[in-house]
């Protein structure tokens, strides 16, 4: 059973701190993305990586960062949390290939006070 | 204009109908084209793919994909009311083989 799983379910933060979301797949995935979900703007894509160390920029990174050093784990860095970056975030991960869908984790509703 | 578009709803059907759910793309190059149904504080869970024009059915289900009209639909037959959940339609994009872009999804209501 496939499985993606983010360390938090839910987060209260204060405004300017430094904030870690974890999520970590077991299926050997090459393909890690995270997004934010607001209502009635969807899913938007923050930043995804195709590659252990390898990342790229979504349509929305500013405020973000990533890391991802071992291929099992993708992280979500926020260098200094605004209240604006209260969401839900949602990792997902997806094997390479056009046709392929992508599994996601349970999400963590983040809020920035 | 977004790369994906829905309409936002709530698309409200009684119990039994067909809904039926709608995504434009902007990317006449996008190659393949998912249906994902999300319920309210849930991830999103995958519901079917298509990336052949015409028809797909599965049970319930039936998706429609036309490329020259950049459009993929999502039927649902004999809707229940546990049907009751937003749909997210997403779209491989050209550029890669990994990146989805997501619609901002469509609400629907099936009532009893």
């Known amino acids: 059973d496939v499985k993606v799983t983010q360390s938090s379910r839910y987060l209260v933060k204060r405004t300017g701190e430094k904030v870690f979301l974890e999520c970590v797949q077991d299926?050997?995935?090459?393909?890690m993305f995270w997004y934010r979900q607001d209502p009635g703007l969807g899913l938007r894509l923050i930043y995804f990586s195709y590659d252990v160390k390898m990342k790229e920029k979504g349509d929305i990174p500013e405020g973000y960062s990533v890391s991802r050093e071992k291929k099992e784990r993708f992280s979500l860095i926020l260098e200094s949390a605004s209240t604006n970056q209260t969401s839900m975030y949602l990792c997902?991960?997806?094997?390479?290939?056009?046709?392929?869908?992508?599994?996601f984790g349970q999400g963590t509703r983040l809020t920035v006070v | 204009q977004k790369e994906v578009e829905q309409n936002s709803g709530p698309l409200s059907v009684p119990e039994g109908a067909i809904a039926s759910l709608n995504c434009t793309y902007s990317d006449r190059g996008s190659q393949s084209f998912f249906w994902y149904r999300q319920y309210s504080g849930k991830s999103p869970e995958l519901i079917m793919f298509?990336?052949?024009?015409g028809d797909k059915e599965d049970g319930r289900f039936t998706a429609q994909l036309n490329k020259a009209s950049q459009y993929v639909s999502l039927l649902i037959r004999d809707s229940q009311p546990s049907d009751s959940a937003t749909y997210l339609c997403a779209v491989n994009v050209r550029d890669s083989s990994y990146k989805l872009i997501f619609g901002s999804g469509t609400r629907l209501l099936v009532r009893p």
């Open positions: 298509i990336y052949s024009n």
């Open positions: 299926m050997d995935h090459e393909n």
């Open positions: 997902a991960s997806r094997i390479t290939g056009g046709y392929t869908e992508a599994f």
